[in-house]
């Protein structure tokens, strides 16, 4: 699962363009029941990703649910179970006890259907969400990793989304270290609206590298090529870590537990971050 880099949502109201993004080449497909749908579509939408969840696919897709708040997470959680959906995202994820109500309905809802358990991605959208992202995320074991809504966001805290990123850096950097503490893999970026402004999005896709997630939530296909590149390993990264473990291990099985490479010195968390990004490598 840490492999999935691109996340798209496609609107869970439109056959065609969700039919269409099975074959874009994102690793993990979003039918929109919630902000990508009017309320008087909120059941054709249902049935219409019901259908589309019969079709042949190589990737994941996951649903994103209606909040709590609404009267439509009930059916819509049904469905997404009932039809094989790979996973269930959560909007507006703000505290442990909406995980918790969600975790314990999706456990008897798989019981009765004779259904294994799904994947659930609580999406963090407000201030309080990101205050309490540790506690959202150690809230019940199928929660894989968070995801980071910027937009909603932004207007939680009364400024707006510039592009830059300075807005959002300590959300992002919180989110980050919520989920390592958590134990859980790294939480997915908020979508760039940028859609036409490529430069833009490359720009943002480097810094949230950097800070440390791992993934893009994304709203066109035309971002999916640039969003798997960045969140690779590159040629370099991959050369250092094969030299990194070459001489770590080598002073290992000469019973030392620290070496020099490049100049600079390599322990256990050093080999281990080579080792993560070998395993990319691997399960790419």
């Known amino acids: 699962m840490f492999a999935y880099k691109s996340f798209l949502f496609t609107p869970g109201n439109n056959a065609k363009r969700m039919e269409k993004a099975l074959s874009a080449g994102a690793d ?6 919630e902000d990508a ?5 909120k059941a054709n939408a249902r049935n219409t990703i019901t259908g589309c969840l019969e079709l042949p696919r190589s990737c994941k897709v996951y649903v994103r ?12 959680l049904i469905m997404a179970v ?11 994820a703000e505290d442990d006890e909406q ?10 809802l798989e019981s ?11 999406l963090v959208e407000s201030a309080r969400g990101v205050i309490l992202a540790f506690n959202i995320a150690c809230a019940a074991k199928r929660v894989s990793r968070l995801a980071f809504g910027a937009l909603d966001y932004t207007m939680d805290i009364e400024t707006s989304f510039s592009g830059e990123g300075t807005e959002i850096f300590y959300a992002r950097s919180h989110l980050v270290n919520a989920s390592r503490a958590a ?3 790294p939480p997915v970026d908020t979508v760039f609206p940028g859609i036409k402004d490529q430069d833009g999005f490359e720009r943002d896709l480097l810094i949230a590298k950097q800070l440390g997630m791992f993934g893009k939530l994304l709203i066109h296909p035309n971002q999916i090529e640039a969003t798997n590149r960045v969140f690779s390993p590159s040629e370099e990264e991959i050369e250092w870590a094969r030299r ?11 019973g030392q537990g620290v070496v020099q490479v490049d100049g600079k010195m390599v322990d256990y968390p050093v080999a281990d971050r080579a080792r993560r990004i070998l395993s990319q490598v691997d399960r790419n």
């Open 28 to 33: 993990v497909l979003i039918f929109d029941l």
């Open 37 to 41: 749908v009017a309320i008087s579509e």
């Open 65 to 76: 649910i209606n909040g709590l708040e609404t009267n439509f997470w009930h059916d819509d």
């Open 82 to 92: 009932q039809h094989g959906a790979d996973g269930v995202m959560l909007p507006k």
């Open 99 to 108: 995980i918790k109500f969600i975790d314990k309905f999706l456990t008897e």
């Open 112 to 122: 009765k259907q004779g259904k294994s358990p799904i994947d659930l991605i609580p």
């Open 183 to 185: 134990g859980i893999l």
């Open 244 to 254: 990194i473990l070459a001489a770590f291990e080598a002073a290992e099985a000469a």
